[in-house]
């Protein structure tokens, strides 16, 4: 098969290696395995795109990617300020004003009207923070004070952060989900533009359980030229099995590997192969076809 230079080997059997290729295989690759094995495949996928160039972007639920070799690393924590502030943010250039708006009718759900009576605010300057927009005594106010709490008051807190071009986002501190899944929708609002930049997310079903953080994954898996996202999970749920594009399956129980050919449209008998400890088995889709490469799992420890 023809392959791009953007190819990375990440399988081998006997007689071949077998690649992952964002160009012609999809730029979202999903990665089905458990414990750590879905985490140390993206780390091997990551350092792979460092080698060709790219820089790297990490959301880690688990806190347990290594922090060498990125320029900005961001702990998320209940009850600490992480500057996560998307109004703050706008003033700062790092997002407009209107995504601003939206981001928080997403997350506190406002509808459109009392969303462009936001942003309007914002615009006029009378607004500068999501806590002015909570106190502000508005409509939108009382809506977003329904599920504003004393979290979500300490998350705005701070300046916003510099964000560098390779960005580590340790959420393995954070217990509130929806802290979580705000921290995620914020920055993949601040990261969605990037290019030459490969994404990785783990534990993708954790992020997109929440409203919020199941409105960031289509900024990051929609189609974009220079950019590639790497999903990992330990679920086999719909959130992310329903995402476009090719799929690493790794060691797991026997009716969630069924479960994962089923959704990738693997017709049954000899090409549901199952994937024993230490392997792996890629499968791709055309218009036309589905393929299945079966082999040895090249990955490398935490």
């Known amino acids: 098969m023809k392959y791009s230079k953007l190819a990375i080997e990440i399988l081998r059997d006997e007689e071949k290696s077998i690649y992952y290729d964002p160009i012609y295989h999809g730029r979202t690759l999903k990665i089905f395995g458990i414990d750590d094995d879905p985490l140390r495949v993206l780390k091997y996928i990551a350092d792979g795109y460092r080698k060709l160039g790219y820089e790297v972007i990490i959301f880690d639920t688990h806190g ?27 003033k700062k250039g790092m997002i407009d004003l209107y995504s601003a708006a939206t981001l928080l009718q997403t997350v506190y759900e406002l509808d459109r009207v009392l969303t ?39 998350f705005y807190g701070g300046e916003p952060p510099e964000l560098g071009r390779s960005i580590l986002v340790n959420l393995g501190e954070a217990h509130s989900v929806s802290i979580v899944g705000t921290a995620f929708l914020v920055l993949a609002a601040a990261v969605e533009k990037r290019r030459g930049v490969m994404v990785g997310v783990d534990d993708a079903a954790v992020l997109a359980y929440t409203t919020a953080g199941s409105a960031a994954m289509p900024l990051l898996t929609r189609p974009a030229r220079k950019r590639l996202t790497v999903l990992g999970t330990r679920y086999a749920i719909d959130s992310v099995l329903n995402i476009a594009g090719p799929t690493l399956l790794l060691y797991t129980d026997p009716d969630i590997q069924s479960v994962i050919y089923e959704s990738n449209g693997v017709p049954p008998g000899a090409m549901r192969r199952h994937v024993h400890k230490g392997r792996g088995a890629l499968i791709t889709r055309t218009t036309e076809t589905v393929s299945v490469e079966e082999g040895e799992l090249l990955s490398q420890p935490l």
């Open 64 to 90: 347990e990617f290594p922090e060498d070799g990125f320029d900005t690393v961001l702990k998320i924590e209940d009850g600490k300020p992480a500057g996560l502030d998307p109004i703050r943010m706008a």
């Open 116 to 154: 462009d009576r936001l942003y309007v605010d914002i615009l006029r300057g009378k607004i500068s923070s999501v806590p002015e927009a909570a106190k502000a005594g508005e409509k939108y106010s009382e809506v977003i004070m329904e599920s504003y709490t004393a979290l979500d008051e300490a």
